[in-house]
């Protein structure tokens, strides 16, 4: 099931015709990632992780089957069967009170129209839901109350227990595609090509809006040139493509400052105090982003159609007055028609504050196909996951060297010590 692997590993179909994408060479000093252990228990495309706790995780896919492991070694911890159809879900759904024992569960939703609730810790099933009238396309734990969410052609909110709450119908041919929680126990639900997160939603069209959850209006538009019958007299457009699934926007993160956005084959971010796109890099791989994260010490990953996982880092850069950071593919516009002063007043704005760039630093490629999305453990490394039905762990070479070291050295000096006590 199990097996090392040095370096890159199989090259990502695609990856071998010629590409304006930006590439690193073999020595990659600052990528950390050079070893790789790949798992295999999947028969079918793996398009969901869930992290468990600090060193546990479950995957699931279209094969139906829930597999959790362990992000340190690898090691297969259960294999849980109870589905009939492709997952279509998961969540962690942890015990929520102070002073109870620490209990794991994860939640899964299948297209056999079931939800289930596993146990981590034994890896047997808890309870099931079979009472949906279609699939579930997605789920979210409001821990803060001790219920969760399904949603699909309904929305419904039920306990620990299982128990339905609450089911509001949304009254529209389309499912609802995602969901996320808001402050103040409001929760966002995506509808169709929608998707929100947090204060911010994208859309298929590349429209980045930032809206207010106290009062929920607009508080920005940011929208891209896509289709050339669009036109506005507040900036100057730089039209970027005709194709519309090349500025769909696949995925959205953010942190305290910026939201990164997965848009096409690009990525932007954008900040939200400047209310402007601070970086881009348009070309940020061969084929469309499917998934993005925010590290620590102000560096990404983003993994693609193309098989591949990219890690890059937010840079300041020195002043460039001429060469200002392109903006043109979400172009800022608010509600309502801005005054040619105020238009010149950002711009001037735009041109004199600090502007940044997102530089390659890391390329692993060790899947064959798309890759779907990953999980940070940090210490512990990066886990992805792929239409080729594999999991990989990229693991840091030197800290796994020191520890394969350090265990050698325990290992001989508890043969001294035996040695010595005959």
């Not at 939640?107 to 047997?124: H, K, M, P, Q, Y």
């Not at 590349?206 to 007299?233: K, M, Y």
């Not at 402007?276 to 925010?294: F, G, Y």
């Not at 800290?399 to 290992?411: A, P």
Request: hydrophobic share 40%; charged share 20%; proline share 2%.
């Amino acid at each position: 099931m199990l097996r090392w692997l040095i370096g890159g590993g199989r090259e990502p179909q695609g990856l071998s015709e010629k590409s304006s994408v930006q590439s690193l060479g073999e020595e990659q000093i600052q990528n950390p990632y050079t070893e790789l252990l790949v798992l295999k228990g999947h028969h079918d495309i793996v398009r969901f992780l869930v992290q468990i706790d600090d060193c546990r995780f479950a995957s699931a896919g279209d094969d139906g089957i829930v597999f959790l492991w362990n992000a340190q070694t690898g090691e297969k911890l259960f294999e849980l069967h109870g589905h009939t159809h492709k997952i279509t879900a998961i969540a962690a759904f942890p015990s929520s009170g102070a002073y109870e024992e620490k209990n794991h569960l994860i939640l899964t939703a299948s297209a056999d129209r079931t939800v289930i609730e596993w146990d981590c810790n034994s890896g047997r099933q808890v309870q099931k839901v079979s009472c949906f009238h279609s699939t579930v396309k997605c789920l979210t734990v409001l821990q803060r109350l001790d219920v969760w969410l399904s949603g699909g052609s309904d929305l419904c909110v039920w306990n620990r227990k299982l128990d339905l709450l609450c089911k509001t119908s949304h009254l529209t041919d389309t499912a609802i595609s995602a969901l996320v929680e808001l402050p103040k126990n409001c929760v966002a639900a995506a509808v169709g090509k929608e998707l929100n997160l947090t204060f911010v939603t994208g859309s298929h069209v590349g429209e980045l809006i930032v809206w207010d959850a106290l009062d929920w209006i607009s508080q920005v538009c940011e929208r891209n040139t896509w289709d050339p019958s669009f036109h506005t007299v507040t900036q100057q457009e730089i039209k970027l493509s005709q194709k519309q699934h090349e500025v769909s926007i696949q995925h959205l993160t953010s942190d305290a400052e910026c939201v990164f956005a997965a848009v096409g084959k690009g990525i932007y971010v954008y900040n939200l105090q400047m209310k402007r796109v601070i970086a881009c890099q348009r070309t940020a791989h061969d084929s469309i982003v499917l998934h993005i994260a925010k590290l620590p010490n102000r560096q990404l990953i983003s993994c693609s159609e193309d098989g591949s996982v990219r890690i890059w880092e937010l840079r300041e850069k020195q002043q460039l007055p001429a060469e200002p950071v392109p903006t043109g593919f979400l172009s800022m516009w608010g509600f309502g028609r801005a005054n040619k002063q105020a238009s010149q007043t950002a711009k001037k704005m735009q041109e004199s504050t600090t502007s940044y760039s997102l530089e390659l630093i890391g390329d692993l490629i060790g899947h064959s196909s798309a890759v779907q999305m990953f999980l940070y453990f940090s210490e512990l490394g990066l886990v992805t996951c792929s239409a080729d039905h594999l999991i990989i762990l990229w693991k840091d070479g030197e800290r796994e060297s020191r520890l394969r070291s350090l265990t050698l050295f325990q290992k001989l000096e508890q043969n001294d010590a035996l040695q010595l006590s005959f």
